[in-house]
């Protein structure tokens, strides 16, 4: 056996592993879903939600378009490393089919193509071809080069922090590094020897051939390129690399309508190798500021996906969101952590025995306060106040000795618990005639959204309910000399989808005063 038929066997061996590991876990994944979820996949597969998911994935996974929108060096960073690759391969096979007049070829033939034309006359648009060629790895070694320094100072990527390394990920990210280097490299030496090489690489190897004995660099380089290839292949399904093929399916999945359920499963794995370490959440979490350094999402993703969780680490959040509304994968932060917890505090779940069936009397609107309401009693007996001036006939379901609406249950992860406080609400709801709840907490308005089975139930936050009294000119708007800010209440704000309302509210009675840390980007209080 020759060298000719040695040198790609790394790059060989890397790419037959990375393919059959992915696919097995592909597989996996999607057959450990669940029925609804598998005929839900079915039922779309050959729908235009297929072409939309082909779309974000080729915007998501080569473009990085919401990296980009973090910042523009860190975007192009990740889209000339992804996409510029993509862009190598697939002019790369162009190439080979161009110089062989053939499709059918070795599979490694288009990565290794500049080894192999040095005994062959110059093929048809030779020359156009090595000059798109060389252009792209010119402009991969750009994202290269920015990876380099962003490891020196990440502050001029728009990130003050970075993720902590393990030991597999340093040797994936080491060996991706080295590939394009090794590629330029390899190319140059083989361009100064056969002269076939572009702009780039033909300059180099002219160079190189001056003051190095290029004939006996070339195989050394070329192998050196192949086994930094075969190394990151071997070392991408165990790493945070394993993003690049996880994101992909997690994107068709999530388009499909696939969603996170109350019990780790298939979906789950999907959403946590998805996560691609970028580090972009670390900023977002307030937590950071506190000089927690082990609870935030990224690093929770990490040790679900290696097992090694701890509860101290799991519970160290307040479920704020603005990791995930910062994550440029939509992976779902929030419910992926109550999964876990939900697994965590199972066997501490209370009986709640000793709550009792009740009726609710016929009402226009059911007012439900909620406990924190209660504990500040200013809005409580604001929003009666309110209510009966507009000669609203009410209902207010937890004036005595309600339960909680379930939602602080559910952020500890006791859902069997929660769900028994939901059911003895819901049912109390339904037995009302009115077709409209208003909550003042925006704890419990998400929790009523999302959680409760309220057919014809129109649900409202007070804030959108007094706008609505206002509209109807059944209560007064009165302007007054006051500045007032708004503060986005984390479930409300990016947990419900609700900035607007509030502020055109607050607008009929004082002059609002924009502040920078708001809507989307709203802190988190604490409570």
């Not at 000795?401 to 069997?416: I, N």
Request: aromatic share 12%; charged share 20%; proline share 4%.
């Amino acid at each position: 056996m020759n060298f000719d038929d040695l040198f790609p066997l790394p790059f060989m061996v890397g790419l037959g592993y990375l393919t059959i590991l992915v696919t097995w876990r592909f597989i996996k994944w999607t057959m450990g879903l669940s029925k609804i979820d598998k005929y839900r996949m079915n039922k779309n597969l050959f729908t235009r939600k297929t072409l939309r998911s082909f779309g974000e994935a080729f915007m998501e996974g080569l473009l990085h378009r919401k990296v980009f929108r973090k910042n523009i060096y860190l975007g192009y960073m990740h889209m000339s490393l992804a996409f510029g690759w993509f862009l190598l391969i697939v002019v790369g096979h162009l190439e080979t089919i161009s110089c062989y007049g053939k499709a059918l070829f070795p599979v490694y033939m288009p990565v290794f193509f500049r080894y192999f034309i040095t005994s062959r006359e110059p093929y048809g648009l030779h020359a156009e071809f090595a000059f798109t060629m060389d252009l792209l790895l010119l402009f991969v070694l750009s994202g290269v080069f920015l990876a380099y320094y962003k490891r020196i100072s990440s502050r001029a990527f728009g990130m003050k922090k970075t993720t902590h390394l393990r030991s597999g990920d340093r040797m994936a990210l080491a060996s991706l590094w080295a590939i394009f280097p090794l590629r330029l490299l390899a190319e140059s030496f083989s361009a100064g020897q056969y002269h076939n090489g572009g702009f780039l690489t033909q300059t180099l190897g002219d160079l190189f051939a001056g003051f190095l004995p290029i004939h006996s660099l070339i195989n050394p380089a070329w192998v050196l390129y192949s086994f930094s290839l075969g190394i990151f292949f071997i070392a991408l399904p165990n790493s945070r690399y394993m993003h690049i093929p996880a994101e992909i399916l997690f994107i068709f999945l999530r388009n499909y309508g696939i969603r996170l359920k109350k019990t780790i499963n298939t979906y789950t794995n999907v959403q946590v190798f998805s996560c691609s370490r970028c580090g972009i959440c670390l900023d977002a979490c307030q937590l950071s500021a506190a000089a927690i350094k082990d609870s935030q999402s990224v690093y929770i993703l990490k040790r679900i996906r290696n097992r090694n969780l701890t509860d101290e680490e799991l519970f160290k959040c307040a479920l704020c969101g603005r990791c995930e509304q910062a994550c440029p994968v939509d992976i779902d932060l929030n419910d992926l952590r109550i999964t876990q917890r939900i697994e965590s505090t199972r066997q501490y779940n209370s009986s709640y025995d000793y709550l009792k069936e009740n009726t609710a009397r016929p009402a226009e609107v059911i007012y439900f306060a909620g406990c924190m309401t209660h504990l500040t009693p200013s809005i409580k007996k604001s929003m009666l106040k309110i209510m009966d001036f507009a000669g609203i006939d009410y209902l207010f379901m937890d004036e005595e000795k309600a339960p909680c609406c379930g939602r602080p249950l559910l952020l500890v992860g006791q859902y069997d618990a929660a769900r028994k406080l939901i059911n003895n609400n819901q049912n109390m709801i339904l037995s009302s005639t009115a077709r409209q709840l208003v909550v003042s907490c925006p704890i419990c308005y998400k929790v009523f959204k999302e959680d409760y089975m309220l057919p014809g139930m129109e649900i409202k936050h007070h804030s959108e309910f007094i706008l609505d009294l206002i509209r109807q000119d059944r209560v007064p708007a009165v302007m007054s000399l006051d500045k007032i800010i708004y503060h986005d209440p984390c479930e409300l704000g990016r947990g419900s989808g609700i900035y607007d309302q509030p502020r055109e509210l607050l607008r009929h009675y004082a002059t609002l005063i924009s502040i920078r840390e708001e809507r989307e980007n709203s802190l988190c209080c604490g409570g």
